[in-house]
């Protein structure tokens, strides 16, 4: 018993010290990136060492998104479904957060108009999430396409509703928004990082990891996600479902997907935008994957990766870096992070595909 203690002890801090190694290689390459490019080295290190010292308030503002993100991701990675598009749901979410929120009356309790509208976003993300997955269960569609289509009608719908019916009559400029929302929908920052768009929606990202965590390791449904993921033929002859299982994490993932876009309403820009997410659901892939697919893992990959965001934003302010060059930056460490966990993945298919060929002939 405490030889298979210790081996689960060593497992797990193998899996931490080869995510804790990508990410200090990604950091390197990005220095002598920065170098080469004749701009302070060590900028994206003193850019993360402020994020996570001086302005904790900006990295729990990115963290709350991102973290919320690869939890998307991780509910449907577990049953091997591919779910691209968790920034559609969240722009669907946002869309039906922002349309509760504007016929709200301002008389209405906070508690209550909030219960209302991250209902009405999380309902509209699973909604929008279940139609590539009606359409992989019945129709045998790549989901990866689908989903990462119905990204940018999400995004168009978007656009159409705060240049139409959502759009603030009376705003004298011309910036695509919805009106400002009445002050018993907004979702309560965290008082002790006041002014900072730092809010409570990093309170529900934990209760969300919480229940994940619970439901992966302690429920039956947990256990059938993984046999689906694993393998779906060995789960139909075990009696379960595996289209329904589909259905139910896609939904599910959509619904964490509509709470992102909900947060980001009511908490940081108290009206609906456009174009105000920078692509969260994307990120989210590679925040499940530093994190290799651990719920609890997830949350401080999303903490990792928030700092790196707003280290970026820091950089730019303190260094006078471009922000073109911080973008750069952060997609170097982002393909680094992608690549360490992709290529062994494509490896084990291409030694797949051949192994059916032999066998074939």
């Known amino acids: ?15 931490v010290g080869k995510q804790i190694s990508l990410i200090i290689i990604a950091v390197i390459i990005a220095t002598l990136f920065l170098a080469v490019s004749d701009y302070e080295p060590f900028a994206i290190v003193n850019g993360l060492i402020r994020a996570m010292t001086k302005d904790i308030a900006g990295t729990i503002r ?3 998104p991102l973290a919320l993100a690869g939890l998307a991701v991780c509910v449907t990675y577990k049953a091997e479904v591919f779910n691209l598009g968790v920034d559609g749901q969240l722009y669907m979410g946002a869309a039906a957060a922002a349309a509760v929120a504007v016929h709200i009356p301002a008389s209405m309790n906070t508690g209550v ?3 209302v509208i991250f209902a009405a976003a999380m309902l509209a993300g699973a909604m929008f999430a279940m139609i590539p997955a009606l359409m992989k269960v019945y129709l045998n569609t790549n989901e990866v396409v689908s989903t990462l289509l119905l990204n940018f009608i999400a995004v168009l719908f978007v656009e159409y509703l705060v240049t139409g019916p959502l759009r603030d009559p009376e705003s004298s400029t011309n910036m695509n928004a919805s009106a400002i929302l009445s002050e018993n929908t907004w979702l309560p920052r965290l008082s002790y990082f006041a002014p900072s768009s730092a809010n409570i929606g990093f309170y529900i990202t ?15 449904f947990g256990h059938e996600i993984k046999i689906v993921g694993s393998n779906p033929v060995l789960a139909q002859y075990a009696g379960m ?5 589909i259905l139910q994490v896609m939904a599910c993932s959509g619904a964490i ?35 290799n697919n651990n719920p609890i893992g997830v949350l401080f990959s999303g903490i990792f990766f928030g700092a790196l965001k707003n280290g970026g934003i820091n950089m730019e302010r303190t260094t006078g870096v471009p922000a073109a060059v911080t973008d750069i930056v952060t997609a170097i460490i982002f393909i680094i992070i992608s690549a360490a966990f992709v290529l062994p993945r494509f490896k084990k298919i291409m030694r797949g595909s051949k192994a ?6």
């Not at 965590?213 to 429920?219: G, L, P, Q, S, W």
């Not at 479902?241 to 299982?245: A, E, L, Q, V």
């Not at 980001?264 to 925040?287: C, Y």
């Open 62 to 64: 990115w963290a709350t």
């Open 206 to 220: 934990i209760l969300v990891m919480l229940a994940m965590t619970f439901v992966f390791y302690k429920m039956s």
């Open 1 to 15: 018993m405490k030889n298979k203690e210790n081996n689960r002890v060593i497992a797990a801090a193998g899996v």
């Open 241 to 245: 479902k595996p289209k329904k299982t």
């Open 257 to 291: 997907g509509g709470m992102i876009g909900a947060i980001e309403v009511t908490a940081v820009q108290h009206r609906l935008l456009a174009g105000f997410n920078p692509d969260f659901g994307m990120s989210g892939i590679v925040v499940t994957l530093l994190a």
């Open 113 to 115: 108009s909030l219960a």
């Open 356 to 361: 059916q060929d032999k066998g074939g002939k």
